[in-house]
């Protein structure tokens, strides 16, 4: 086999998923592998990261080894090593960088640091390599929520973000008040389609206030609201929070592709999963007549593909990352 240009493993374990993935040039995906510690947390309500970290090391080779089988490759053939050194918990991140950093010594390959933020935003090119710029990209995960204008590879204006709670973090904690489980904003998003968007109608907070956004509000709404009307059914409550989160995110979107004439509008993160925005998105690229790109649900999510891509981007831009670059829990998305 001819040994492709950008043949590169991706190492992600920013949270609570153990993932490894093996990628050509960006967007052809031989292998994408993710053990998810939802069984473990969830009986905390919430990911706790000593028990994280303990999950990653378990789990780390066996994802890897997984990951190079059934992409069908000898790590000889591999262009680079790339894991995610943040925004994550700390503990996790470290399992994922000194595994990577360790294959790539010992295969003698070079070692690349990937954003987090970064790979999200690059789930899009797996499946439309060609994406036109410049869009904007709805970033809305359990820890970020940023709307952000990509201009070009490697070069992100920051629109707007959220003040306080993510979009997610929103979804997860009022579905753990409703008492729904971990993670939120599935569960939420499934209880959603058998209740009434419109039967309550829960705050937009900051709708006409520029591009940034607050989700504290809503949440402490649906609490107030259910606090009293005990009898509320609950498939109504999650709909209409769940349409009060998405006309916000949307709303905010769609003007910023109008004020910026932006090719098209992207969704990204983990809430990007959801149903309800990911129709909406499309209704308003619909509405405004340009392209939406709305990734594969297990793109949204976290995955090591998306680690792969960015990695082979940044490895071009930025060439290998030296061996003593360590992880940041508080890495921010390089914007302008
Ligand atoms: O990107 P991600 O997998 O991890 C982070 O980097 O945070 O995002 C996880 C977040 C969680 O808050 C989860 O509740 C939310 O994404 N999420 C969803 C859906 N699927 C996952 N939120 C709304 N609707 C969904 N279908
Ligand atoms: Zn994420």
Known sequence: MRTPEGLILGIETSCDETAAA?????????????????DIHGRYGGVVPEVASRAHVEMMNPVI???I????????????????????????????????KSLALVWDKPFVAVNHLEAHLYAAFLEEPDLPLPIVVLLVSGGHTMLVLMEGHGKYRLLGQTLDDAAGEAFDKVARYLGLGYP?????????????????VFPRAMMKDGY????????????NHVRKHPDVGAADVAASFQ???????????????VEHGALGICLAGGVAANSSLRERTLDVAT??????????RSLCTDNAA?????????????????????????LPLPVY
């Open 22 to 38: 093996v990628v050509v040039d960006g967007s052809k995906v031989l292998s994408s592998v993710v053990s998810s510690q939802i």
């Open 184 to 200: 939120g904003g599935p569960v939420i998003d499934e209880l959603s389609a058998a209740g009434d968007p419109h039967a309550i």
């Open 65 to 67: 080894a997984q990951s």
């Open 243 to 257: 349409e009060a989160v998405v006309d916000v995110l949307t709303t905010k979107a769609k003007a910023a592709v």
């Open 212 to 223: 940034n956004f607050s989700f504290s509000g809503v949440k402490t709404s649906v609490v």
């Open 287 to 296: 509405e405004l007549d340009v392209r939406a790109f709305v990734p594969s």
């Open 306 to 330: 998306m680690v792969a891509a960015a990695g082979w981007y940044r490895l071009q831009s930025d060439g290998p990352t030296a061996l003593d670059h360590g992880a940041n829990s508080n």
């Open 69 to 100: 089988v059934e992409a069908g490759i000898d790590p000889k053939e591999l262009t680079a090593v790339a894991a995610t050194v943040g925004p994550g918990l700390i503990g996790s991140l470290l399992i994922g960088v000194s595994a990577a």
